[in-house]
Nanobody, 121 residues
Framework: QVQLVESGGGLVQVGGSLRLACTAS????????MGWFRQSPGKEREFVSA????????YYEDSVKGRFTISGEKATNTMYLQMDNLKEEDTAVYYC??????????????WGRGTQVTVSS
């Protein structure tokens, strides 16, 4: 079973940047969709961004459009999320996920353990 491992979280000030990475333990196929979700305390896990691995077409939740950029590096089975102009409301645990279609489902069985992103003023 594939393992997804996130890295790159941390503490940053408002307006700052972070880059998250998610590396898969086995090959990501063209039919897969990779994505990022986030969850804040007391809230449901929400979709952030996704990328079709075959075409590298990307999708974004409205609140992150223009600030976040998702990308995929096929040679290393690694997905990235470049987060710029961070806001306090971006504070959450960010999870990497793999699905077989878009839109991605919150019930997909392949998840990473998450990485904490904290944005402070």
């Amino acid at each position: 079973q594939v393992q997804l491992v996130e890295s790159g979280g941390g503490l940053v000030q408002v307006g700052g940047s972070l880059r998250l990475a998610c590396t898969a333990s086995e090959r990501i196929y063209s039919s897969h969709v990779m994505g990022w979700f986030r969850q804040s305390p007391g809230k449901e896990r929400e979709f952030v961004s996704a990328i079709r691995w075959g075409t590298l077409r990307s999708y974004y939740e409205d609140s992150v459009k223009g600030r976040f950029t998702i990308s995929g590096e096929k040679a290393t089975n690694t997905m990235y999320l470049q987060m710029d102009n961070l806001k306090e409301e971006d504070t959450a645990v960010y999870y990497c996920a793999r699905d077989n279609s878009y839109p991605m489902s919150r019930t997909t069985k392949y998840w990473g353990r998450g990485t904490q992103v904290t944005v402070s003023s």
